[in-house]
């Protein structure tokens, strides 16, 4: 029985988080980011100040949990590999599946999310989950620990360079109004630069 309301109860906190986001998402595609405050969001999706906070701590951090959480991410294809191949082509496919993501949430949503006003797209603050670039990072940093591939970069250069190369790469699929092949060039620029950092 209490097993049962647990359910309910983590079924409803869900329901809320939902209803909050797509309250965020109606406010930054229609009004853009400078109108997307917390009381904004809250009178959108009829909630109270205290269950947004129960449930994010900012409203970057309620963007950036949608955005940075690689829902449906394939843990197996991240496990140790066993090759250099094998290791470009999990990094690719992070963002190749952060590439589907950003196209399932729209060029409106993810032009006004990648906002230089927007703190939590600072490096430095990206700790608390498991963002692309962290999960990445993590990743490597195994890869090279088990002696299957070797950077010819300091580990911290090359997460900043794969986290610019997919900026200018969103920030270009929004520039053309989602008009361009965005996991293309994703593949391609990732790529080149894995070809020339990782043996």
């Known amino acids: 029985m209490e097993r049962n309301k647990l359910s309910k109860q ?73 090759d250099v191949a094998m290791a470009k082509e999990a990094i690719v496919y992070v963002y190749l599946h952060y590439v589907e993501y950003c196209e399932s949430l729209g060029v409106g949503f993810i ?14 603050l990206r700790s608390e989950r498991p963002y692309p670039i962290i999960t990445v990072r993590d990743y490597v940093n195994r890869a090279m620990e088990a002696g299957v591939i070797r950077l010819n970069v300091a580990l911290e250069d090359f997460t900043t360079d794969i986290r610019m190369i997919v900026i200018g790469n969103v920030f270009e699929w929004c520039l053309r109004g989602g008009k361009t092949n965005f996991a293309n060039n994703m593949r391609r620029s990732l790529g080149k630069y894995l070809d020339s950092t990782i043996d």
């Open 111 to 124: 032009a006004e999310y990648y906002n230089t006003k927007n703190q939590a797209l600072h490096p430095e």
């Open 10 to 82: 983590q079924q409803k906190s869900q329901e809320t988080k939902e209803r909050i986001f797509r309250a965020a998402k109606v406010i930054l595609q229609k009004q853009g980011y400078q109108e997307m405050s917390i009381k904004n969001i809250c009178k959108e999706a009829g909630v109270s100040n205290g269950s947004f906070y129960h449930h994010f701590k900012t409203k970057d951090d309620l963007l950036s949990y949608y955005i940075e959480e690689q829902p449906g991410l394939k843990a197996e294809l991240l496990e140790l590999p066993k």
